[in-house]
């Protein structure tokens, strides 16, 4: 099955008209997009935009073989109109199999959001499934077998992907091809860096692709760290990493602190911004969980579980030295660190880049944690630097 991705971007294009943001204003040559349409087959025209006759013939294809155009969701603004000989376009029922005269089977998938997506069966038993913008499929039960490949809304709805993947419908060799790209992430590397972290890729328009062809997913790091100072941006980016997976354990080595009304509402944030999916557990006590088979986990932070360490064996009345019972929970968080099977994400915070603590206690602190990051980092595939919000690539 031949597809080709005449566009890829959001409904209103990338750039957008008359926005002034830096991602539209770098958004130019390959990396502008217009709105997402799909032609299979040279038979099967999924979602009718400006433009589609031309952006056809610019991918060498024409549209006077399609026989059937279906549309994914509502779409504002002035009425797209119908090329000459292009079949009136409509949308299938939710549940509803259509069977084309060319032998494609399209069945209509219910959304959570306006909007249907629809399931695409070549002659041949390949597999595709395209999403609307802003949709995830609702309702889904287990898959007998995954897709060959999914055309999503990776970034606007990365829970649409934990949910296929949780039911099956996505596995390891699923090529994952992000469609509707809008402006809220800035086009080329972070772009593509941000889609390999859920395990998908991003093509420019007019790419033709073969469904079913083998393609090199990307390779999901088992082990990452994220670095950054306060307020850098660092737990975001390290929920943001794991967004796409289907359960996830959110670590908290922060755990409460009675009467202090700020933490609180330090916590709530973190609570309301994790996915509803999301468990969580509150507790220091790293190693078992990183011993045990499970889901991903989320460890936020590492400057913490410090700081639990160092109560726990009077480090900070210690006088003379580090007492050795420190190094040794560090020697034995870190051979768990390198022994573990799960997916893991490590938060840390990058110290001693400023000015000298005062008191003994903050530059044992200082010094300490710069050595525990450093042991993590090395046990890790894949390490982040995020300032300013900005996430620069140490390794992987």
Not at 127 to 150: C, Q, T
Not at 152 to 171: E, K, N, Y
Not at 210 to 233: F, K, M, N
Not at 272 to 294: K, N
Request: charged share 20%; hydrophobic share 40%.
């Amino acid at each position: 099955m031949e597809l080709t991705l005449l566009g890829t971007g959001a409904p209103a294009g990338l750039p957008r008209p008359d926005c002034p943001c830096a991602a539209c204003a770098s958004a130019r040559g390959d990396q502008a997009r217009a709105a997402t349409a799909l032609l299979v087959d040279g038979a099967l025209l999924l979602d009718l935009t400006p433009g589609a006759a031309l952006a056809a013939a610019r991918a060498g294809h024409s549209l006077t073989g399609v026989r059937q155009v279906l549309l994914t969701h509502p779409h504002d603004g002035p009425a797209v109109e119908l090329p000459p000989g292009l079949p009136s376009a409509g949308r299938v029922p939710d549940g509803r199999v259509l069977t084309l005269i060319s032998g494609h089977r399209v069945r209509a998938v219910p959304m959570d959001a306006p909007g249907t997506g629809y399931e695409v069966t070549s002659t041949e038993g390949e597999r595709l499934l395209y999403l609307p913008p802003g949709g995830a499929p609702s309702g889904m039960a287990g898959s007998s077998h995954p897709y060959d490949m999914v055309v999503c809304d990776v970034l606007g709805r990365p829970d649409a992907l934990a949910r296929l993947r949780a039911a099956g419908a996505v596995g390891p060799a699923t090529d994952v091809v992000a469609a509707h790209v809008d402006h809220d992430v800035p086009p080329g590397r972070e772009l593509s860096r941000r889609l390999a972290a859920a395990g998908a890729r991003a093509v420019p328009d007019g790419t033709t692709l073969i469904v079913g062809e083998y393609h090199a997913v990307p390779d999901l790091p088992r082990r990452t760290l994220v670095l950054g100072g306060a307020r850098s941006g660092k737990s975001v980016e390290a929920e943001r990493r794991l967004e796409a997976f289907p359960e996830v354990v959110y670590v908290a080595t922060g755990g409460t602190r009675e009467g202090d009304p700020e933490w609180a509402a330090r916590v709530g944030l973190h609570r309301e911004r994790r996915p509803g999916a999301w468990r969580t557990e509150e507790t220091c006590d790293l190693v078992p969980l990183l011993a045990s088979p499970g889901p991903a986990l989320l460890v936020d932070c590492l400057s913490l579980w410090l700081t639990d360490a160092m109560d726990r064996t009077g480090t900070w009345w210690e006088e003379e030295k580090l007492p050795e019972a420190v190094r040794e929970r560090v020697a034995e968080l870190v051979a768990a660190v390198r022994a573990t099977s799960r997916t893991v994400v490590f938060v840390s915070n990058e110290v001693g880049s400023g000015v000298v603590p005062a008191t003994r206690a903050g530059r044992m602190f200082r010094d300490e944690l710069g050595r525990l990051n450093t042991a993590v980092a090395n046990e890790c595939e894949h390490v982040l630097l995020v300032v300013a919000g900005q996430a620069l690539v140490l390794r992987g």
